[in-house]
């Protein structure tokens, strides 16, 4: 049933060589190999028969897609609607940014409404976990905790309490004695992970898997883990930010562009329903270089401020610097302005913000990153009942976009009463209920918000 090799595995990108290498051809990087003796255990072998016949594809049953809730509609959203039973799900994110306080509200909910639930902490005692908890709220007794690292028995430990729902917290503290290798190794995390893809596939108990992430941003063991389960959530937000934002970025379940935003209180994680109304909050009425676009994020159109500043600088080569938003599309657009409207931007050093933590990469937010810098400028600033959406292009033409409609609507009803878009979303079938703008150039919204 088993081999036994000596193999050497590059411990950055999980390449397998049977000798020793300085420099691992797959990713390029240097010293990474380290030796182990895997014990090669084919998965398949492990897998009921009866789930392995041979079938023509209108043969094949589907089971109706129950999916258990998680409490949280935000969750429930990314995950494509609840959690999909006998799903493999890995959850990654830096540390302290809320991955076990998220899990352990989700247990609490399933637990009280659904089944039991087993929490497996390798990081944390009984005690400490029962301590977070009683910051949180009360508990079901349908929730068991577990404190193991050794991954034998907490496949004993699953399959005795047989959950609903499994979590652990996390993959990288788990180890299989089979393997000689440290916990937290390529080898160890794949070697864990594929036997917990076997419990939850044959006994149909969905598993989350918090996972660590690495300084380069990838989920330790990068790509080791990210195929063998059915979906990759990243729990990420800025530190300084009560704000977390959870994204897909693989599902099978589901879409992955949905995005799900949280805010890290004094008793647990809150979902927040409306982030628009949250990410315009504290926005300053009747200052330059600011502006409110309307971005979409998943199916969902959040508003958001785009700040800029531009500042003289004596250097002769100004700084281009942005928080939120990609920095090649700020220095394209900062070329655009150059050239195309000539504002001389080769003296100005430009630090452009996305205000509230968010990433994006809508391109409809190009419009305002232009504006917010055309403002800050000139020292103008803009109507705050003004919102502008629409991609740049590079002779200063202004594209469209898509969702025209979604956008529009949440910023009518965050009550904004002037919205320009591209000339080419203009439709009949537009909601009246503001005055909408259809522009084909930035050099027409310059001279509408008088940035001249
Ligand atoms: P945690 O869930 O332990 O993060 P992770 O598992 O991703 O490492 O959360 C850690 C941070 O969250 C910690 O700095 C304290 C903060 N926190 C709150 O602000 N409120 C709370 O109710 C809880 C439980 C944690
Ligand atoms: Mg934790």
């Known amino acids: 049933m088993s081999k036994k090799h000596t193999i050497y595995r590059c411990q950055n990108c999980g390449y397998i060589s049977y000798k020793w290498l300085g420099k691992c051809p797959a990713c390029g990087e240097w010293n990474t190999f380290v030796e182990e003796r895997e014990e090669v255990v084919h998965p398949s072998r492990l897998v009921n028969k009866e789930q392995n016949k041979i079938l023509p594809i209108n043969e094949v049953d589907i089971k109706d897609e129950e999916r258990i809730p998680t409490g949280y509609s935000e969750f429930d959203r990314v995950l494509g609607g609840g959690v999909v039973p006998g799903s493999l799900i890995l959850l990654g994110g830096s540390p302290g940014i809320g991955k076990s306080t998220l899990l352990l509200q989700t247990a609490n909910y399933i637990s009280t409404y659904e089944g039991k639930v087993l929490y497996i902490s390798g990081e944390e005692s009984q005690n ?47 180890y299989s004695p089979e393997l000689e290798s440290a916990p937290g190794s390529v080898a160890q995390v794949r070697e864990c992970a594929n036997i917990l893809m076997i419990i939850a596939k044959n006994y149909n108990i969905s598993i989350f898997i918090i996972g660590h992430i690495t300084k380069s941003g990838n989920i330790a063991g990068p790509k080791a883990l990210e195929h063998i389960v059915d979906t990759v959530l990243y729990f990420e937000g800025e530190s300084y930010y009560s704000y977390r934002i959870l994204r897909a970025i693989k599902n099978r379940f589901g879409s992955t562009n949905e995005i799900g935003v949280f805010e890290m209180r004094g008793d647990g994680l809150e979902e927040v329903k409306d982030p628009s109304s949250i990410f315009l909050s504290g926005k300053p009425e009747e200052l330059s270089g600011s502006i409110i676009v309307a971005s979409i994020e998943g199916t969902r159109p ?32 900062s070329a655009v302005l150059e050239k195309k409207l000539d504002i001389p931007l080769n003296n100005y050093d430009i630090y452009v913000n996305i205000v509230g933590g968010l990433k994006v990469s809508d391109p409809a937010l190009d419009l305002g990153v232009a504006v917010a810098i055309a403002s800050s400028y000139h020292d103008v600033p803009i109507h705050s009942k003004t919102l502008v959406i629409g991609e740049l292009g590079l002779t200063g033409e202004v594209r469209s976009v898509q969702g025209i409609e979604k956008r529009i609507k949440e910023a009518e009803k965050l009550g904004y009463e002037q919205i320009i878009i591209p000339y080419y979303n203009l439709t ?22 008088s940035l001249e």
């Open 428 to 449: 009949e079938d537009l909601s009246k209920n503001s005055k909408i703008i259809g522009v084909e150039t930035l050099k027409e919204v310059f001279r509408l918000m």
């Open 128 to 174: 400490q976990i029962k301590r977070r908890a009683n910051r949180i709220g009360t508990y079901s007794n349908n929730l068991y905790l577990f404190s193991e690292t050794n991954i034998n028995f907490i496949r004993e430990a699953i399959l005795n309490i047989s959950p609903q729902v499994a979590i652990i917290d996390s993959i990288q503290t788990l």
């Open 302 to 333: 959040i508003l958001l401020e785009v700040q800029a500043l531009v500042s003289y600088t004596n250097f002769s080569t100004p700084r281009r610097m942005s928080i939120g938003f990609d920095l090649n599309r700020l220095l394209l657009i």
